[in-house]
């Protein structure tokens, strides 16, 4: 690393440090992610047309990733608790690439539920892993905007899949977009393992960055039970807030090109255009929303009211979202949606973020896992709820888009109640394990 001219007292400058480097490793990571899972939706109405699949097919389809991947998110947060991000995160990318390309290879419902519930169990672990990442290199003043910045690779990911995937499946047919895509993440685990360890050994830290690292008070050197956790109320906001959005994210992700194909006849050659405006969108509001409350904070607000009011002004900008089946024009859609991906992924960068302002880092994870669990639990009641409605229905998306309108006002109002001050967890000695 280059000398950053700081002194063993002083922070490293801005933009300097080997943490950047683990930052954009994280970052690829979790394009990887989003590239793999995104796939299907893409490909969501030729697969729908060439196989034959009604709504409540493809809606058991997805739910299968989603309680997959709520039940492997209770097992892999507590896995990177227990055995570290180095070589959790190697196991689960390669598990879930292996998964992803299993994908090209069935063709029945149950064939495909049964590889998207492996690649559910398997990108299950890149959140717990790379928010206990940034909780390791990173200090409280700089996890939301490092949150924020890995954050945005979910949208990348979708953007990279918008480019390619329809091109792949065009030109070699669906299959191939399943295998080419599936095989990334295997390029990436050999950067992971060569360049990861603790901040304190690692050879590519100097002292000045080490200290500004470590420059919060330490954490007590405990291992935390899930029960234990569950006793803290702090616990439950987060649980309430994944509960509570992450079905509308997911929504986004596997119904939108389904959507704007049904609604606009945008057919998968004309789906990246629209899909690329609106995870561009998502990009900026996930850094945007991590950099808001951070200088909030950095002006002196506390970290209670820069959280809370960020996340207040994100949830009412994704309210008009009800207004997006009732447009006459696609871009009109689009530019709507656009504006309630990027808010939700400022919220969701606060959102990760809220775990390690209360909780000391070895709980991190486990935190995370119980919210994600129960994230996916409700996604997975929402996407089956979805398939059958839009069945009965005739394909009536307005009473869908209301609930993805108000989810988030609700689930900070009710989080406000849970936790009116976020004040930092304290993990009594017997939490020891």
């Keep these: 690393m280059a000398d950053d001219g700081a002194s063993p007292s002083t922070p490293p400058r801005r933009g300097f440090g080997f943490r950047w480097t683990i930052l954009a490793l994280l970052f690829f990571a979790t394009t990887i992610n989003y590239v793999d899972r995104q796939v299907i939706g893409i490909l969501a109405p030729t697969l729908t047309r060439e196989l034959g699949w009604s709504e409540s097919d493809y809606g058991v389809i997805v739910s299968w990733f989603s309680i997959a991947y709520g039940i492997g998110l209770l097992v892999t947060g507590r896995l990177m608790d227990r055995i570290g991000v180095r070589w959790g995160y190697t196991f689960a990318i390669s598990a879930w690439s292996l998964a992803a390309v299993a994908h090209a290879f069935v063709r029945t419902v149950p064939g495909f539920s049964a590889a998207r519930a492996f690649l559910g169990a398997g990108e299950s672990a890149n959140f717990p892993a790379a928010v206990k990442s940034v909780a390791e ?13 890995f954050n945005a690779g979910t949208n990348v990911g979708v953007v990279v899949a918008a480019l390619i995937v329809p ?13 080419i895509t599936g095989l ?63 079905p509308v994210w997911l929504f986004y992700l596997f119904w939108l090109p389904k959507f704007l194909d049904e609604n606009w006849g945008v057919e998968l050659a004309g789906l990246a255009l629209p899909l690329v405006v609106i995870y561009v969108a998502a990009d ?7 950099w808001l409350s951070g200088a ?18 994100l949830a009412l900008m994704i309210v008009p979202t009800m207004l997006a089946p009732t447009v006459q024009s696609m871009w009109a859609a689009v530019a709507i949606v656009s504006i309630a991906a990027s808010a939700h992924q400022g919220w969701s960068a606060n959102l990760f973020t809220t775990v390690s302002d209360m909780f000391p880092r070895r709980a991190v994870a486990s935190v995370i896992g119980i919210g994600g669990f129960a994230g996916m639990f409700t996604a997975f009641l929402f996407q089956r709820f979805t398939g059958d409605l839009l069945d009965a229905t005739g394909g009536n998306y307005g009473p869908i888009f209301v609930v993805l309108a108000l989810a988030y006002v609700a689930a900070l109002f009710i989080m406000h109640l849970l936790v009116p001050r976020m004040d930092p967890v304290k993990l009594d000695e017997q939490a020891v394990e």
């Design 184 to 246: 990334l993440g295997l390029v990436w685990i050999p950067l992971w393992l060569v360049a990861y360890s603790d901040p304190a050994l690692h050879p590519k830290v100097s002292p000045a960055e080490l200290a500004h690292i470590r420059s919060d008070p330490a954490d007590p050197p405990v291992k935390i039970p899930w029960h234990h956790l569950l006793k803290h109320r702090p616990t439950w906001a987060f649980v309430v807030g994944k509960a509570m959005t992450d």
């Design 167 to 179: 091109w792949i499946a065009l030109t070699l047919g669906w299959r191939w977009a399943f295998i």
């Design 284 to 290: 900026v509001g996930s850094v945007a929303g991590g």
């Design 137 to 149: 290199w990173f200090p409280k003043r700089e996890r939301a905007l490092a949150t924020g910045i």
């Design 296 to 313: 909030l904070i950095k002006r002196g607000w506390s970290i209670n009211r820069g959280r809370k009011a960020t996340m207040l002004l």
